[in-house]
């Protein structure tokens, strides 16, 4: 007969010998199994109610779409800083690579006159900066050791969350391959980087080109790149958002065919564009619409066998880049005219119009970078631009994706 009245008590709080007890506030064990980190909660109501809360949930889910939006944004920043060091002509300033001591830059002035004398010992010194002061070395050296500390605080920002979401269990199975993929994306970007500059710092007595890295390196190493870039946006995206619920018919599908088309078009576009870079192909033809004075120049395939023209000839690489670039404009029109006949919700048809807008504006900035000789500012403007337009494209396929049942 006492236990029920001390329940009682205990709930609703009492008066006793002249003290007042408050009623306790009790944590939902829900609450607190998620704070203590377990995967499943299992709690009982009434009579035979059960309820099972598991991790990862919607929650947990939004946790991890940020963080891989936010590692996006980062390797975002690595892509243009690459760019600014390569049109800035600093990606050779360092000639070795160590993971941990090159963080630290030179501080003294005999440990800069020592990292400028092991410069001075490469082709790109002796070719083309021979007459190159100390201080204008400073300035190239801490575009590149920016560019590598960027590098190393992006893997640090995939790696470590990785760890920590791993261990409080926010990745289910599917999850746990993706990140796992990302991480090791980012080891392997890293590697193809150092790869890539040392194509540039080694010794060819037959040619006389001037010193720069290898065009298929610098493609691989900016692809690979674009590659983390979109894997980690459209993942954080689909955490981020919810999915449409389209009704599922014949005009959908096409569309959604129809923009992963047009997304692979703009990502081979800005592929394409690592080519000019490499090759200097921006200073060959500075006219548009035609070539010179034709609409396709005599040199198209100056080079045998033919195939080697589209990777290693300036004037059909430029040539390419400009083709694909007016494709992708074309069929990003037809996919806004296309999405105009059907009935989108209002989000979508926003994410299809900045597309579009993104798109006459990148081919703007093109033709302006072409007719005025590639200055730095509007080629890295440009090259911004790209990215920019690659993020739209995968929005656009975030939001079009279809519901998982």
């Given amino acids: ?34 704070r203590r980190g377990q995967t499943t909660v299992v709690t009982k109501g009434g009579t035979a109610n059960v309820t099972t809360v598991s991790i990862p949930n919607a ?29 800035t002509e600093s990606g050779l300033s360092m000639v070795d690579w160590h993971l941990v001591k090159e963080m630290k830059p030179p501080r003294t002035q005999a440990e800069w006159e020592d990292e ?3 410069y001075k010992q490469f082709p790109e010194f002796k070719i083309m900066n021979h007459d190159m002061t100390l ?29 920590y979401f791993w261990r409080r269990g926010y990745f289910n199975r599917s999850m746990k391959g993706r ?8 080891v392997f970007q890293g590697l193809l980087g150092w790869y890539m500059v040392k194509s540039g710092l080694e010794e060819k007595p037959e040619s006389y080109d001037v010193p720069r890295v290898s065009q298929y ?53 800005a ?3 690592a080519f000019v870079a490499g090759l200097d192909a921006g200073l060959v033809y500075n006219s548009f619409p035609k070539m010179g004075e034709r609409w396709i120049p005599d040199d198209l395939l100056a080079f045998s ?44 048809k926003i994410a299809i119009g900045c597309l579009t807008a993104m798109a006459y504006t990148q081919v703007v900035l093109g033709i302006t970078t072409l007719l005025c000789y590639v200055p730095t500012s509007l080629a890295a403007t440009h090259q911004s631009g790209s990215v920019a337009l690659l993020t739209l494209a995968i929005f656009v396929l975030a939001e079009l994706r279809k519901v998982v049942k």
């Avoid at 029920?4 to 007890?21: D, E, H, K, Q, V």
């Avoid at 575009?143 to 500390?149: Q, V």
């Fill in 305 to 348: 066998p033919t195939i080697k023209n589209v990777f290693e000839n300036p004037t059909t690489v430029q040539f390419d880049h400009r083709c694909l670039g007016i494709c992708s404009l074309a069929a990003i029109t037809g996919l806004y005219l296309f999405s105009r006949r059907m009935y989108l919700p209002r989000r979508t």
């Fill in 217 to 269: 390196r610098l493609s691989a190493h900016l692809g690979s790149a674009l590659l983390l870039y979109c894997a980690s946006l459209w993942t954080g995206l689909t955490l981020l958002l919810p999915p449409n619920k389209l009704p599922e018919s014949r005009s959908l599908l096409q569309l959604r065919r129809f923009a992963k088309g047009t997304g692979a078009l703009v990502f081979l576009t």
């Fill in 179 to 186: 990140v796992l993929g990302l991480c090791g994306f980012v």
């Fill in 1 to 34: 007969m006492m236990l029920p009245a001390l329940r009682l008590i205990l709930s609703n709080g009492c008066y006793t010998a002249g003290r007042s007890f408050p009623k306790i506030k009790q944590i939902p064990l829900t609450q607190w199994m998620l």
């Fill in 116 to 118: 400028f004398s092991k």
């Fill in 271 to 273: 592929l394409s564009g």
């Fill in 59 to 87: 929650r947990t889910d939004r946790v991890v779409g940020r963080w891989l939006v936010g590692c996006s944004g980062l390797v975002l920043g690595a892509v243009i800083l690459g760019g600014v060091t390569r049109l």
């Fill in 135 to 163: 201080t204008e070395f400073k300035f190239i050296f801490y575009m590149e050791w920016g560019h590598r500390m960027w590098g190393r605080l992006v893997g640090l920002a995939y790696i470590l969350p990785t760890v």
